[in-house]
Structures are given as C-alpha cells and as structure tokens.
C-alpha cells in the first residue's frame, strides 16, 4: 500500500508515521524515526554556528537528505556543487560560510551533532515553502555553471507534478505491499537526481536506495532483487550491455526515468528489451523544472506538458509558465519547438547553438545531426574549443564498428577528412571542424552528461611539442617545456605534481618515433634509472641514441638539476 503523502515541509516535521520508509543504506531500511533523529542532529551542529550559507556535498543520498533537511531545519540556506573537483570548490568557497559532507578536510566539514548532545534546538518544525531554499548549478553543458536559487516552494510544486504524472503504476508492485526502492545512476547534487532519487521519494514514502549505482553489472544484479524504479539517464541507458543477465531485473523493474538529454531510439528499444520498461524521458532544465515527458515506445518524438506547466510557441522557440519557476512570467527557452495540435510539441534543436567561425553564421546543432547521419559515427558532440589562437570548432565522436574500421585504414587524418566531406551539405568548407578526437564514449559527469569541459579536455595534450635542437639518423636531441597544465599530470599528484616513470618512458619511445624508423615490435627495457623526480615547470632536454643493428633506443631526460632518467629499450622484429 502507497504510505500517505507528506509535503516537502513537513517531510521532516509531521507527528507520526515513524515507520514509514525512508531509505536504504548499507543494505538496511532506515525509518523516518531514525531519519528524524539524524536531521535533529545535524540542526544541531547548526543552529547555534553564525554563518547562513552552506554547501553541501555528499555521496551518499540518505547522508546528503539528512543533513539537508538539517540545515534547513537550522534556517540556513543550502549550496549543492555539482562535483568536489578543485575548480568547482575554490569558486564556491568565497560565497558560503560553511561546509558540511564528502569534500577535502582543508574545508574543515561540519560533523553532525552525536545522537543525545543536542541541548537548547527547537523542535522539528514545519518548515516555511518561501524562506526556505537551496542553490543549485546547471551542469554546465554549454559553458561555465550558472547558480539557480530554488524556493521550497518551486521544488515542492514540482514533486507534486511528478506524482500526478507518474504515480499510477508505481505502486503496482510484484511484491504486495512493498513499496518499489528507487535506485539511481546520477548523482543528487543536480536538479534532476535532487527531485527523482530524494525529494519526491521522500515525499511519497517510497525508499530510496543511498548507495548510486555505477556500472551495469551492478544495475543487473541489485534491480533485480526487489521491485524498483531507475533513475537515470541516456549516458547509462545508451549503453546497457545485452551480454549481461538481465532477466531478474526485468522482472522487477516497474519504471524507468531519464533526463539530462533525448534518448536515443536505440537505447529506448534496449530499456525495453532488456528491462521490460520504455523509459519516461522528462524535459527540462534546471532553470525551469520539470516540462514535459514522453516514451518513446508509445509517443515517438512528442512531448507532454507535466501536470501544471502552460507552454506555447513564441515565433518557433518554447516557453513555458509553472510554479516550477520563481515567478510567474513566461520563460522563454532556448529551443526551437513546433505544437502537434493534439496538446503536445516535438523539439527541433536550440536556437542558441548558433557560432560564428571565419565570420561564417554555423549551426552547432546542424553539424551534429550532420555526423549522427553517417554510417562512420555513433554519436558526435561538437563545440567552440578555446585555444591560443582563439576559438576553433571541434568535434568529439564515438565512431561505430565501420567508423574503427575507418580509422585503422585511414588513420585518424583520413577518417577525419571524410567526415569533414559529409559535412559540406551544411557547413562552408571554409568553416568545416579542424579539431577532432575519437573516443569509445563520451565522457560524461556524475549527472551522465558530457559538459564542454569534459570535453575540451579531451583536447589536452599528454605531452609537451619537443623542440628539436639536433636530429641524425642515429642520434637526436630536444628541449621539452614541461608545465602543469598537461593532462598527464591529472591525479598525479593533486597540489604535488610529478612526472610519472612510465610517462617518461612513453615520452622517450613516442619521440623517438618521429625520427628513427622503430621496429613496431616492443620486447623489453633495460638499465632503466629513476635519478630525480619531474616536477614542472622545467625545461627538460632529452636526447635519444638509436642502434638499427641491434634495435636499441637509448634515451636520458636532463636539467639543470641534472639527470632524471634514463634507459635503454629493446625492440623486436616483429609488432
């Protein structure tokens, strides 16, 4: 039997229901009387501190709702950041007072009060739906994230809009009377997995699991168990392998969302194949909420409004009017929309994804539909990269199995130019894409989706350009300017970078390459010596010796600390 609804504001504060599901972490189900003492903890450990704003990042969902719910108890007003990367904290640090979760200890978190030490706090308290807030951050696809402050209000509206819409079947679980548990894929600090995976589960009454699910051996293996709902996205339900077992999980699975970007018509087909359920995809962003929804297996390409949402066609772009928004003045999107007549609308792409290259007016978007029409590609995202010669057009795509096949007979220039011929339908040849990058999938964030930095870097370089002071055709000599920003420096060592052994190895047989004609065959490596650590930013000189008779690269890495590196690496015949 469904549990009885509970508005946001007094998810925390109604009197009873004290066994009423809230959550399962570590495998076990957690009540609301458990769920009530740890928020009254973390009131707690804010109440009496001075400052108003703090973020919140944790990864776990059942901690993250705690303390949530917590510090508004507190009256404080909440900062989701959408990562704990570097970057992301130092532009948050200066706009809150505190910090509370999984991020580094130099941001000194607050710990929750220990259960029994509250003393003087109030009572649990129906909270205030216009005083009480939160700021999120938009994930950042098309640029640098944008702050967006959501009333408790504008989140309430909208988790009632999702139980109008989707409560029907919910419910009608296998297993009678037990609720589904809705499991996750993205993460809670970002809009979508915010209302889907806590606030609306919390409301219904129906238990979220804490723990986000990863990989799709894991979504195989615990969607199977119990019956459940998915929360996740095209990133995770493009890609669901048919090689896994899946029959359990099918059995079980009573819906599917998805959000973050359109599915594809192939990973639908595959939701349902493999999961017995065509996802509902939800539209929207976190400027707006929630829009509208659609399953592909029974709507095709059209959209339905949510419950509550006035929408209408303004020229051709969309824009839409719900107490989703802070206001209620018509907000006009950014895409381009075309109304069926039936009270719906299929989308055609954004207006805003229109850039200028060699003074030529291109379509990001065109560019895009251009490359998902060829047989090489799978998907394909293209941007403006920024680079020292200003802004150049670049693709990143995900080639298909006749796409590899391209590329390991062409090379990635050959394979590169006949993309950039299909592409001349569209775009003037004199404002066709220069940068390319090929990849088995897109990267993408903890929201499954591949934001423009996730993307531009990407486009990094591993190594430096060697400068080259001397070349013969046994020996060659070059100056490297070895800095920070390279991308083989990513996790080695954050605040303490240093060149890792095997990247100098690398760097030595890559280099050497381009001026001995190697054997492609690698055997082994000899008298290999780790003398100095790298540390940029340095000057390194490295000089290479080639023996063709017995297929010997020699190299050291030199500075004016002295020398850091060298080797000897033996090559065979034969690749």
Not at 20 to 40: E, H, Y
Not at 66 to 87: E, H, N, S
Request: with cysteine; aromatic share 8%.
């Amino acid at each position: 039997m469904m549990s009885e609804w509970l508005g946001l504001a007094c998810v925390a504060a109604a009197s009873g229901h004290d066994h009423r599901p809230v959550a399962w972490r570590d495998g076990q189900l957690i009540a609301r009387a458990q769920f009530l003492g740890d928020v009254a903890n973390w009131q707690g450990a804010l109440a009496s501190h001075p400052g108003q704003r703090f973020a919140l990042s944790f990864d776990k969902s059942y901690d993250f709702a705690a303390a949530l719910f917590g510090a508004w108890q507190a009256g404080k007003q909440v900062f989701l950041p959408g990562d704990t990367q570097a970057a992301t904290l130092a532009r948050l640090a200066p706009l809150v007072d505190g910090w509370l979760g999984d991020v580094p200890e130099a941001f000194g978190p607050i710990p929750a009060m220990p259960p029994g030490a509250r003393s003087a706090c109030p009572a649990l308290a129906e909270l205030d739906r216009q005083t009480t807030s939160l700021v999120i951050y938009t994930s950042g696809t098309n640029g640098e994230p944008l702050a967006i402050a959501k009333k408790l209000a504008q989140l309430d509206a909208e988790v009632h809009a999702l139980q109008a819409a989707f409560d029907a079947g919910l419910d009608a679980c296998p297993d009678a009377g037990r609720p589904a548990a809705v499991y996750s894929t993205v993460s809670h600090q970002h809009i979508y997995g915010l209302l889907f995976s806590v606030l609306w589960p919390l409301a219904a009454g129906r238990p979220f699991v804490s723990e986000r699910l990863a990989y799709p051996e894991e979504m195989a293996q615990r969607l199977g168990g119990a019956p459940s709902v998915l929360v996740s996205s095209p990133a995770h339900l493009n890609r669901l392998p048919d090689t896994l077992d899946w029959r359990a999980a099918q059995s079980k699975v009573v819906a599917i969302f998805s959000s973050g970007g359109p599915l594809t018509e192939a990973g639908a087909a595959a939701s349902l194949a493999l999961l017995g359920q065509s996802p509902r995809e939800v539209y929207g962003s976190s400027e707006t909420g929630g829009i509208a929804w659609r399953q592909r297996a029974v709507h095709g390409e059209r959209w339905t409004p949510l419950p509550g949402v006035a929408w209408r066609v303004d020229g051709d772009l969309l824009s839409v009017r719900s107490a989703h928004l802070g206001d209620e003045q018509w907000f006009a999107t950014s895409d381009l929309a075309v109304a069926d007549g039936a009270g719906g609308f299929t989308l055609r792409g954004r207006a805003d994804r229109i850039v200028k290259v060699e003074e030529k007016r291109v379509s990001l978007t065109a560019i895009e539909v251009a490359l998902a029409a060829c047989p090489e590609l799978e998907a394909a995202r293209v941007f403006m990269l920024a680079t020292s010669a200003g802004p150049k057009l670049a693709v990143v795509a995900v080639p298909s199995a006749e796409g590899w096949s391209a590329f390991a007979a062409l090379g990635k220039r050959g394979l590169s130019e006949r993309l950039r011929q299909s592409l001349l339908a569209v775009v003037e040849r004199l404002a066709l894409p220069r940068r390319w990058r090929y990849v088995r999938a897109m990267p993408v964030n903890a929201q499954g989706k591949s934001t423009e930095a996730l993307l531009a870097n990407l486009f990094r370089p591993l190594q430096p350009s060697p400068v080259w002071t001397s070349r013969t055709a046994n020996e060659a000599r070059a100056t490297l300017a070895v800095t920070a920003d390279l991308a083989v420096f990513d996790g080695h060592f954050d605040g303490m970078p240093v060149l890792a052994g095997v990247a100098q190895l690398g760097w030595a047989i890559d280099m050497a390459r381009s001026c001995f004609a190697l054997p492609p065959g690698f055997q082994r490596v000899e008298a290999l010596k780790f003398q100095r650590p790298v540390r940029p930013p340095v000057a390194l000189q490295l000089s290479l010796g080639w023996r063709s008779d017995t297929r010997q690269l020699t190299f050291q890495f030199t500075s004016a600390a002295g020398t850091h590196s060298s080797g000897r690496v033996v090559f065979g015949a034969e690749a």
